[in-house]
């Protein structure tokens, strides 16, 4: 089975420019939940989402939002980028039935 | 909340070394207890995992029990190799929050041969 890909896998943006990012789930794997790394925080939760409908949410401003398609896909998309957005940026599927999750490769945004 | 707590790194062994990374978490309930590793430029990979207490997760030569009176998850490999040489990550599910993997701070091993 091919695993979890998203894309692009590189970004360079500038301050108050917006950002989509993609990650296509393991196949039959509806879950799909989106992380940021950093340096200083760590892997912190952005949001889950299952069956196109967002499950749970992370503690980050409204700017950070997301998608499902019915192809379980999704899109995460950061509006208004500020230098502190700079992150990697990784996406995890899973199935309904097991907490363990999978990760892709992340994508790595720079804001400058 | 939920927490969980590695380790601080680096942590810097001798190839064919005992490895012991350290990991206690606080949860309400029974999470489901992880270990990730991040090779560089990589995402999450996941290593081992147990889903009750005294569960034994077991890969690649890597082990970790799920102690529930210690609320404690170490894990151990019996002999490094330069390959291992990555980030390791504790996490837990959260149980209150399905899609929710809660993750230590990360230690980086560096196995010399």
């Known amino acids: 089975k091919a695993g979890v890909t998203q894309t692009p896998r590189y970004l360079i943006k500038t301050r108050g420019q917006q950002v989509t990012l993609s990650c296509s789930p393991i196949?039959?794997?509806?879950?799909v939940s989106w992380y940021q790394q950093t340096p200083g925080q760590g892997l912190q939760f952005l949001f889950e989402?299952?069956?196109?409908?967002?499950?749970n949410k992370g503690n980050f401003p409204g700017r950070f939002s997301g998608r499902q398609f019915s192809n379980s896909r999704s899109e995460m998309n950061v509006s208004t980028l500020e230098l502190g957005d700079s992150a990697l940026y990784l996406c995890?599927?899973?199935?309904?039935?097991?907490?363990?999750?999978?990760f892709g490769p992340g994508t790595r945004l720079t804001v400058t | 909340g939920d927490s969980v707590t590695q380790m601080e790194g680096p942590v810097t062994l001798s190839e064919e070394a005992f490895l012991t990374i350290n990991c206690t978490y606080t949860a309400t309930g029974y999470p489901s207890l992880f270990w990730y590793v991040q090779y560089p430029g990589e995402g999450l990979q996941l290593l081992l995992k147990a889903t009750k207490a005294d569960d034994k997760g077991s890969n690649k030569g890597f082990e970790a029990t799920y102690r529930k009176e210690t609320t404690s998850f170490h894990l151990e490999k019996g002999s490094v190799q330069v390959s291992d040489s990555a980030v390791y990550f504790c996490a837990l599910h959260d149980s209150s929050n399905t899609g929710k993997l809660i993750f230590g701070q990360g230690t980086t091993l560096q196995v010399k041969p």
């Open positions: 995890a599927s899973r199935q309904s039935i097991s907490y363990e999750q999978y």
């Open positions: 196949s039959g794997h509806r879950s």
């Open positions: 989402y299952f069956s196109e409908t967002q499950r």
